[in-house]
């Protein structure tokens, strides 16, 4: 099977035809997070990152996170700045009402948290409707064995590897093991569901991830704290594929 990534056109519940994300295969993606660009250079630093899959932006309300960052406005002005797509991130309360104004907005991926969801399946179906890819994340200390029969729904499952809410973090290997588990559940569903990884990811820690079940990999400082982010893209992903090629989980695809 070829392996890649790519947009694909479809139709929502209301008629009106909308780009959407998919992928075939199985493809190493790297996100950077504009958590850590320069808030006063959005625009630029959203190209700064050339060769990105997806330009992460975390949304923060100072309520489910202890930090607030940027909402609805900005994003709508991120998705007319870039022709990366947005994968939108939601640290927030009430997510349920908020999510599908983030697609809306020109996200084509909408993140929620299901320790704030209080009906996560119906949440991931109409993000779904609305022509997003609907994702899952899950803090540190949320098991995953609990959502295994939600994984169905989801086109992303995001592990978060630091507590959410602050940029910069050091990258948490006791959750490394979940990520495994995780991928183990995927696996045995033969679901064609990313599993993502947010929080400390760098050259120091992506080939751990990958080895352990990660394919899509969101790295702020390591990219927007590099004097050539675009190099950093390259360099990042060079490492999580070579990581992947060899790892036990990859072998049958």
């Given amino acids: 099977m070829v392996k890649g990534v790519g947009w694909l056109t479809l139709r929502t519940a209301e008629g009106n035809a909308r780009r959407a994300w998919q992928s075939w ?17 959005l ?11 997806w330009l992460h932006v975390d949304v ?11 909402g609805v ?5 991120l998705a007319r700045a870039t022709d990366t797509p947005l994968d939108c991130h939601l640290m927030i309360e009430d997510v349920d009402r908020w999510a599908p104004q983030y697609v809306e907005a020109g996200a084509g991926s909408v993140t929620f948290h299901v320790e704030a969801a209080a009906a996560p399946v119906r949440l ?6 609305k022509g997003a890819r609907a994702s899952m994340a899950l803090k540190p200390a949320t098991p995953i064995e609990p959502y295994e029969d939600l994984l169905s729904e989801l086109d992303m499952l995001l592990i978060m590897t ?9 990258f948490l290997d006791i959750m ?6 995780t991928r183990e559940l995927i696996s045995k569903h033969g679901l064609e569901l990313w599993l993502q990884v947010d929080g400390g990811v760098s050259a120091s820690t992506i080939e751990r991830c990958a ?14 704290g590099a004097d050539d982010p675009a190099a950093a893209v390259r360099a990042l992903r060079t490492q999580a594929a070579g990581a992947t090629s060899t790892a036990a989980w990859a072998c049958g695809h």
């Avoid at 625009?43 to 899959?53: I, L, R, S």
């Fill in 176 to 181: 490394l093991p979940k990520i495994r588990r």
């Fill in 73 to 77: 406005p900005v994003v709508e002005s």
């Fill in 162 to 170: 630091v507590e959410p809410g602050f940029g910069g973090q050091a």
């Fill in 211 to 224: 080895e352990a079940g990660a394919d899509v990999f969101v790295a702020g400082s390591a990219v927007y």
């Fill in 25 to 41: 295969g199985m493809a190493v993606q790297i996100n950077p997070s504009i958590l850590s660009a320069d808030f006063a250079r």
């Fill in 60 to 70: 923060m309300d100072n309520h489910f996170v202890p930090n607030l960052t940027l």
């Fill in 124 to 129: 991931a179906r109409e993000i779904r409707a």
């Fill in 43 to 53: 625009a630029e630093e959203a190209t700064a990152a050339e060769g990105a899959d």
